[in-house]
């Protein structure tokens, strides 16, 4: 209508419709709850993580160091006597390997420490090395030449082999983590939930806990790898909760792989996440966070796209001066972003 204002009209089109509103809903959604989950004890390696947490519908757990203690409950030995000596070997072994059973050796046996040497672990199986010249192994039956012995529920067995002679087994009894038992009740209120463990017998207090749900035994490292691919392929979005070395496949293939530990030793670049140990019983109120920030990154986009539509409207008809523009413009950046902080924190009380 008026060629005189063309340009004015042109730079108030350009000026309203930068994006920027629409690229800030989501790193400031998601990083403002990254930074709430942190503080939580849940540590995740990047925003990807939030949104592929948001749409899981399966939680797989393993079980010793992760769903158990890692402080024995009770540690007994069987077999012949062990001297204070072979003590002090077993224990300077059991400190190289990161898997719980081995952690809890290294702390009940008394003994001095000393350096050992050739030690190479073999993820589901065992240890083994050279100790003051003497070789070792801890581990499986099968790994250190022994046989397998029955296994009261809730048990677990480190059987040793020193100087290529089968001395025995430890019994190892652990026990739930706080608060685990009602935080799977909690989950399986909303999603489906299973048990993946190595061990032959699963504790009864965590037989309740898992009743009617998927309970598998034995597994393998690789058995627990194809049992997340198996869900996968039923079109399921897995999360794996695990302790590390032994579950490191299961993790990588799972579509979130959270590493619950109690020391640096234990942390694999395997997973998207490093959960304190102590933070466990929180991961319901983990997961409904993540799903609750997706809402509001897509309730955020909306507003952009509102504010972005409405100023685009007026520039084009030539009722929005360029001042005016470049007023709404950074106006609306900051509306959304105050509108993402203020909702993700009032999501974090709500869901505590």
């Not at 691919?229 to 293939?253: I, K, P």
């Not at 694999?268 to 996440?273: G, L």
Request: include cysteine; aromatic fraction near 4%.
């Amino acid at each position: 209508k008026d060629s005189a204002q063309v340009w004015p009209v042109v730079t108030a089109v350009l000026i309203v419709a930068c994006p920027c509103a629409l690229a800030l809903s989501m790193p400031f959604a998601y990083g403002h709850t990254i930074r709430l989950l942190g503080k939580r004890g849940l540590f995740l390696r990047d925003a990807e993580v939030v949104e592929r947490m948001a749409r899981i519908d399966t939680v797989v757990f393993d079980k010793t160091g992760t769903l158990t203690a890692r402080d024995a409950h009770e540690m007994e030995w069987h077999g012949a006597a062990l001297t204070e000596r072979n003590k002090a070997l077993v224990r300077s072994l059991a400190r190289n390997s990161t898997h719980p059973l081995s952690a809890v050796l290294a702390q009940e046996l008394k003994g001095s420490l000393n350096d050992a040497s050739d030690v190479e672990e073999v993820a589901g199986q065992g240890i083994m090395g050279t100790v003051n010249g003497v070789i070792l192994r801890i581990g499986s039956a099968p790994f250190c030449g022994g046989d397998e012995q029955p296994r009261k529920n809730g048990e677990a067995h480190v059987q040793v082999t020193i100087s290529g002679l089968h001395r025995g087994h430890f019994t190892i009894r652990k026990r739930a983590r706080r608060g685990i038992v009602a935080a799977v009740a909690r989950l399986r209120g909303t999603l489906r939930v299973a048990l993946l463990t190595g061990d032959a017998q699963v504790d009864t207090e965590l037989q309740e806990a898992f009743s009617n749900a998927t309970v598998r035994t034995g597994c393998s490292p690789v058995d627990k790898s194809q049992a997340i691919l198996a869900e996968q392929g039923e079109g399921h979005r897995v999360l794996m909760v695990g302790d590390g070395l032994n579950d490191a496949g299961a993790l990588a293939q799972s579509d979130v792989g959270i590493t619950v530990t109690e020391t640096s030793a234990a942390l694999t670049p395997a997973s998207d996440a490093i959960m304190d140990a102590g933070s466990l019983e929180q991961l319901p109120h983990f997961l409904r966070m993540a799903r609750r920030a997706r809402r509001i990154v897509v309730a955020s986009l909306f507003i952009s796209l509102c504010y972005n539509i409405t100023g685009v409207s007026f520039a084009v008809s030539g009722q929005l001066t360029p001042l005016i523009a470049a007023i709404l413009m950074p106006l609306s950046s900051v509306t959304v972003v105050g509108f993402v902080t203020l909702a993700v924190s009032w999501t974090a009380r709500r869901t505590s």
